[in-house]
């Protein structure tokens, strides 16, 4: 699919900084903008749902705020499938791309919950010990698809909880999803900057077929246990 590229002189590293705010090519600034338009749809989606399942809430509407957070969790599988998917297409192009950019650990003072805090640290030491940046590069993208199906299981499963009316203490269920949420977020963001850096090192030649991979990505449902992701990802 994508055919490896000759190593030549390698050229000077740009820094993270560079990467995000330096314009792209036309052309992938295209793609860019295209594949960023449709996780934005698919969170303001899942964002106005779950405002409104708190908002019924708050009004004292306690069943149709039920049934509402049963709905904000479709919306929620679907936005994280596409970032996990994301970041497998990704992986996988930058397995033939030699010069991957640099990438920053995650922070975890950027996110809420103790699973996106607890991953940002383990990413922040790991990253201080791997030897190169491909391995960097390729370590960010297994503990931000992780995180982020991570979150969908919480998610869903306190939202399970709540739409069923068994939860033990409903309102530390309506703070998980709120901080999941939030997480998810930071996760859109962070993948953000990775994907531009990429598209900035993607061989041109290459740039259709990893566009229309990544737009149109083999379904996979996140949250489900066993299936094949980062984790043969080659640094």
Request: proline share 5%.
């Amino acid at each position: 699919m994508f055919e490896k590229r000759k190593r030549g002189p390698v050229p000077a590293r740009r820094e993270v900084p560079e990467d995000w705010l330096a314009a792209l090519p036309r052309d992938k600034s295209q793609a860019f903008d295209s594949i960023v338009r449709q996780w934005e749809c698919s969170y303001a989606m899942m964002s106005v749902a779950l405002d409104d399942s708190l908002s019924l809430r708050l009004r004292g509407e306690i069943v149709c705020a039920r049934q509402q957070v049963r709905i904000t969790a479709n919306l929620v599988a679907r936005f994280s499938g596409s970032l996990i998917a994301a970041c497998d297409s990704i992986a996988a192009a930058g397995r033939h791309v030699s010069d991957l950019p640099v990438v920053r650990p995650l922070k975890s003072e950027f996110f809420r919950g103790d699973t996106a805090q607890s991953a940002a640290s383990w990413n922040g030491l790991l990253h201080h010990v791997l030897f190169g940046d491909r391995s960097r590069f390729f370590h960010k993208l297994r503990i931000l698809s992780n995180t982020v199906e991570q979150l969908d299981r919480e998610f869903n499963q306190a939202a399970a909880d709540l739409s069923e009316g068994i939860a033990d203490q409903p309102g530390q269920c309506w703070t998980a999803l709120d901080s999941a949420h939030y997480d998810l977020n930071t996760c859109l963001r962070e993948a953000e900057v990775v994907l531009k850096a990429f598209l900035r090192a993607l061989p041109s030649e290459q740039l259709a077929t990893f566009a229309a991979v990544i737009t149109n990505p083999v379904p996979a449902k996140a949250g489900v246990p066993g299936r094949e992701r980062l984790t043969r990802a080659s640094a």
